[in-house]
T-cell receptor, first 115, second 113 residues
Framework: NAGVTQTPKFQVLKTGQSMTLQCAQD?????MSWYRQDPGMGLRLIHY???????DQGEVPNGYNVSRSTTEDFPLRLLSAAPSQTSVYFC??????????????FGSGTQLSVL | RKEVEQDPGPFNVPEGATVAFNCTYS??????FFWYRQDCRKEPKLLMS???SGNEDGRFTAQLNRASQYISLLIRDSKLSDSATYLC??????????????FGKGTKLSVKP
């Protein structure tokens, strides 16, 4: 039972490079989201999706793009990485569209460093 | 007032102690409340939802006070394994959409032998 799978677990980028963080879930969850966690800042929502083809911005969307072409996958793209994007990134999903009433299942996280 | 605010701690307690955490939230329209637990360098995991009438799950009790806009978590008979960071989570109401969950910065608990 895989749950929410994030890859890679660790990544080092140079400023200006682009990359995609992968997130996949095998629970047929409608809702998927990306959070970043910085020391002293808590978890902050970047983008979320309530179903295939539907995405929306969270608290800190700038510098990140997302798309949701399938129910299972919700990749997060950094088009031009900046040191301020150094963080731990968590993908999370839940069963239903109205995620505020449902348990969030988190992936194990991606530690990203931008030099 | 910050949208979700918690005392960062750390709370250092002996095994067997009772410890309580509070969390305040600013938006009176918020309807969903949770406590999540996060171990060091791990992903957050749901500890319990918080219901209007209060609810209990074993040694853990959660309370909601809508008038004062705070939620609380009480842990009785603390175990070493309770050492973690406890995250208060509240939904943000967004006009025109379902909104989303906002996490507090967390309260760190350390249970000592």
């Amino acid at each position: 039972n895989a749950g929410v799978t994030q890859t890679p677990k660790f990544q080092v980028l140079k400023t200006g490079q682009s990359m995609t963080l992968q997130c996949a879930q095998d629970m047929n969850h409608e809702y998927m989201s990306w959070y970043r966690q910085d020391p002293g800042m808590g978890l902050r929502l970047i983008h979320y999706s309530v179903g295939a083809g539907i995405t929306d911005q969270g608290e800190v969307p700038n510098g990140y793009n997302v798309s949701r072409s399938t129910t299972e996958d919700f990749p997060l793209r950094l088009l031009s990485a900046a040191p301020s994007q150094t963080s731990v990134y968590f993908c999370a999903s839940s069963y239903v569209q109205y995620a505020t009433n449902e348990k969030l299942f988190f992936g194990s996280g991606t530690q990203l460093s931008v030099l | 007032r910050k949208e979700v605010e918690q005392d960062p701690g750390p709370f250092n307690v002996p095994e067997g102690a009772t410890v309580a955490f509070n969390c305040t939230y600013s938006n009176s329209a918020s309807q969903s409340f949770f406590w999540y637990r996060q171990d060091c360098r791990k992903e957050p995991k749901l500890l319990m939802s918080v219901y209007s009438s209060g609810n209990e799950d074993g040694r853990f009790t959660a309370q909601l006070n809508r008038a004062s806009q705070y939620i609380s978590l009480l842990i009785r008979d603390s175990k070493l394994s309770d050492s973690a960071t406890y995250l208060c989570v509240v939904n943000r109401v967004v006009v025109g959409s379902q909104g989303y969950l906002i996490f507090g910065k967390g309260t760190k608990l350390s249970v000592k032998p």
